[in-house]
């Protein structure tokens, strides 16, 4: 080894020439004060706060609606109470909190970005930002309070920590949560706040040639320059109404409202000022009920254009991962979402009525005969067809791959997904193909039905507020468009008369117009509704239908409300947990 020490001595040295290796070059990494004068740059902050918006989740899973084939499936590991706080798919605080850790860098440092060197259009861009950010940062504060908003073991509704600056080095991060009720005020300061800077949409000017008034003396092309790209991709104005409606049915909601001062009134009023600035019922006549398999809307998104049903939403890309998750078997799927026989029943009966009631003319061994048409948009039953083939599924017993639990991947409800899959997507290895999907963070059909809960429960059926249409008008124009009740005018819906029988209409119709999309798993816990009824499904032999039980669900009372993380609870004193975690 000796011999070899003179000549690494020698290497050192003549390197020593042209640098010196033990000290640290200057990393390319720019730090805060880089937005002033890049403009790139200083959006990435507001970026973050788009890239970690959520993406779908079938946490239906983890209800009535909907069990699994897949056994490490997170959601079915919660519906069979295996969650606790360091194990919860539901869990919002990192990502959120990471969210308005960028959010708020944002808001400190906007003012002293160089927009742009015209001062009109700096401001517009200004004006942009700040309302975004603020957007953005109550959107993250209501997925925080839904999914960790709580009640102490001292009889206390608490939300999370209210972070309006950047946390640096220097800041104590042992912040205690604050009531549910100071994080709702903060939520509709920040909703406010993005009303006052943004418009209601982006206008696409680039081949009108007349940018909106507010913005007078800019040219189209630094108007599009600011605006134009972005269309409902970005949050607007109107947006940020639909998200208060979004918020205030929680608060409103039994699971909180002794907690908090937003009220019934509040919500029909907050999801009614959205829904007035697109018309009342007659505004359900777009084809909301199919618009994740309308090809031809989808197939045309670009970055100005939206289906008509769509208020917010993400990205549209090409791609068959639903279909890979969701197709049965016998389409080359893993047949992974199973709705539920319970779903199933909740579709009454194309006349209107419940199969539960007398008038219904059900028949439980034909028991998808003269259904709401939306069971067969939603849900794979026995004998329908599916794929770019149209290919019969056949799930009775001795049917094959497609029956339930034959092998690995088969339904074990008896049905299979249908809603968010696209049926020209095909998966056979000889020709497979992708196809565009998007995600719908928003639906009109969401605000009309948010519209109609609080509503009924604010002013009765028929109370209409000041917004001329009632709870039981949404409801019509909602049954109407699905194709319930049209030989007999709905009858079962005029009969229902009660504030209370109501209510139960209206859960139901949510359940069903937006099963799949995320919804029912929140909706239960605000409802304080009960969560351990069995998931059941079908077994079909020689023709015989029975119902079978497939999945219990255990759930205990204080599951309502989701734990805080346990490692935040370990790291920070100041956290109070939620009762029961």
């Not at 959010?103 to 004006?127: C, G, H, S, Y």
């Not at 418009?199 to 003396?217: F, R």
């Not at 997507?425 to 196809?435: H, K, S």
């Not at 359940?511 to 799949?516: I, K, T």
Request: with cysteine; hydrophobic share 35%; glycine share 8%.
């Amino acid at each position: 080894m000796k011999k070899f020490l003179p000549v690494l001595i020698a290497t050192s040295l003549s390197l020593t020439g042209c640098a010196d290796l033990l000290k640290p070059e200057v990393e390319n990494l720019p730090g805060k004060e880089a937005m002033y004068k890049e403009v790139t740059f200083a959006q990435g902050f507001l970026l973050n706060g788009y890239t970690r918006l959520p993406g779908l989740s079938f946490n239906d899973v983890a209800t009535d609606d909907a069990v699994s084939n897949d056994k490490n499936n997170a959601f079915q590991k919660v519906a069979t109470g295996q969650w606790t706080a360091n194990f919860n798919p539901a869990d919002q605080w990192v990502n959120s909190m990471a969210a308005i850790q960028y959010l708020n860098t944002m808001l400190a440092e906007v003012d002293k970005v160089t927009w742009a060197i015209d001062p009109k259009a700096a401001q517009m861009f200004r004006d942009r930002i700040k309302g975004e950010a603020y957007g953005l940062r109550a959107f993250y504060m209501f997925q925080l309070l839904r999914a960790h908003g709580g009640w102490s073991a001292g009889g206390e509704l608490l939300g999370v920590p209210i972070l309006t600056k950047p946390q640096d080095t220097n800041s104590d991060f042992n912040q205690p949560r604050a009531t549910f009720e100071a994080c709702m005020q903060q939520f509709y300061s920040d909703i406010k706040q993005a009303e006052t800077l943004l418009p209601l949409d982006y206008e696409d000017v680039s081949t009108a040639g007349q940018v909106p008034s507010q913005y007078a003396g800019i040219s189209p092309e630094e108007y599009t320059r600011v605006f134009g790209q972005y269309s409902r991709l970005r949050l607007t104005a109107r947006i940020a109404k639909a998200i208060r409606a979004q918020a205030a049915l929680l608060a409103a909601s039994p699971a909180y409202k002794t907690g908090t001062t937003t009220t019934w009134t509040d919500a029909a009023n907050y999801a009614g000022d959205v829904l007035k600035l697109v018309g009342g019922p007659d505004r359900l006549a777009a084809n909301g009920g199919t618009w994740y398999d309308n090809r031809t809307e989808i197939n045309s998104l670009g970055a100005g254009i939206n289906p008509p049903e769509i208020l917010w939403r993400g990205d549209a890309s090409n791609s068959r991962n639903l279909e890979e998750d969701n197709y049965p078997p016998s389409l080359f799927g893993r047949g992974r979402v199973n709705p539920t026989q319970n779903l199933v029943d909740a579709f009454p009966m194309a006349n209107g009525y419940p199969i539960s009631a007398s008038a219904s003319e059900y028949r439980a061994q034909a028991p998808y005969t003269n259904r709401d048409p939306r069971l067969q948009r939603y849900v794979v039953t026995n004998g329908s067809t599916m794929g770019p083939s149209n290919t019969v599924i056949r799930t009775e017993t001795g049917a094959g791959n497609d029956a339930v639990n034959q092998i690995e991947t088969s339904t074990r409800t008896g049905y299979y997904l249908r809603k968010l899959l696209r049926a020209d997507v095909n998966l056979n290895p000889i020709g497979a193909n992708e196809q565009r999907h998007y995600t719908a963070r928003i639906r009109y059909t969401e605000i009309f039905l948010i519209y109609a809960e609080a509503a009924n429960e604010a002013w009765g059926p028929d109370g209409q507020g000041t917004f001329g249409f009632s709870a039981r008008d949404i409801i019509r124009a909602i049954r109407k468009r699905a194709g319930i009740g049209t030989t007999n005018n709905d009858a079962y819906l005029t009969s229902v008369q009660s504030q209370a029988e109501m209510r139960q209409l209206i859960r139901n119709e949510r359940r069903l117009e937006l099963c799949f999309e995320g919804f029912r798993f929140w909706d239960l816990r605000r409802w304080s509704e009960k969560l351990t009824e069995t998931a059941n499904g079908i077994q079909i032999t020689n023709g015989n239908y029975a119902v079978i039980p497939v999945e219990n669900r255990a759930f205990a009372a204080h599951m309502n409300h989701g734990p805080i993380p346990y490692g935040e609870m370990l790291k920070w004193k100041a956290l109070v947990q939620n009762k029961g975690w």
